[in-house]
């Protein structure tokens, strides 16, 4: 018995499972690369969303502790007594210079406050103590 076909029938079967394979794997292949390019995208935007909640939560603190950190050199007794008197001693002196050298150095913000300077035109600086006779400022660089 003759074929009459071009190919035996064993071989279109082959081919014919190799085509239908291919295919298959195809359309495997692009279901499970939009799959996981929707979950890549979706994981991005997760993964964006909490960086910036985490940089938001960041600078609200760091903004609490220099409000806290100015509100303290407006009200600290020893400071505003150092600033606000016209006759100052070495022990004023010293006294008003540790207290903001301390509350400088414990600040969370100690490492991004380039200094810490409570005065008018001349007042106390972190490293530097000298005398102010007039209305102070508190300023963070």
Same mark, same amino acid.
């Given at each position: 018995? /003759?074929?009459?076909?071009?190919?035996?029938?064993?071989?279109?079967? +082959?081919?014919?499972?190799?085509?239908?394979?291919?295919?298959?794997?195809?359309? +495997?292949?692009?279901a499970l690369f939009t799959l996981s390019n929707q979950y890549v995208r979706?994981?991005s935007l997760q993964a964006a969303e909490f960086n910036l909640r985490l +940089?938001?939560?960041?600078?609200?603190?760091?903004?609490?502790? &220099?409000?806290?950190?100015?509100?303290?050199?407006?009200?600290?007794?020893?400071?505003?007594?150092?600033i606000s008197q016209e006759n100052i001693n070495g022990t004023q002196t010293? &006294? &008003?210079?540790?207290?903001?050298?301390? /509350?400088?150095?414990?600040?969370?913000?100690?490492?991004?406050?380039?200094?810490?300077?409570?005065?008018? &035109?001349?007042?106390?600086?972190?490293?530097?103590?000298?005398?102010?006779?007039?209305?102070?400022?508190?300023?963070?660089?």
């Open positions: 018995m /003759k074929s009459s076909h071009r190919f035996p029938l064993r071989r279109q079967i +082959v081919w014919g499972m190799r085509f239908f394979t291919i295919l298959t794997s195809l359309a +495997v292949g692009a979706a994981n +940089v938001a939560t960041s600078i609200e603190t760091s903004l609490d502790s &220099a409000d806290a950190l100015l509100n303290w050199a407006s009200i600290d007794s020893t400071v505003r007594r150092y010293i &006294a &008003a210079y540790e207290a903001m050298q301390e /509350k400088y150095y414990s600040s969370t913000l100690y490492s991004h406050i380039l200094r810490f300077f409570i005065g008018c &035109a001349l007042g106390i600086q972190s490293g530097i103590c000298v005398s102010c006779h007039h209305n102070f400022d508190v300023i963070l660089f």
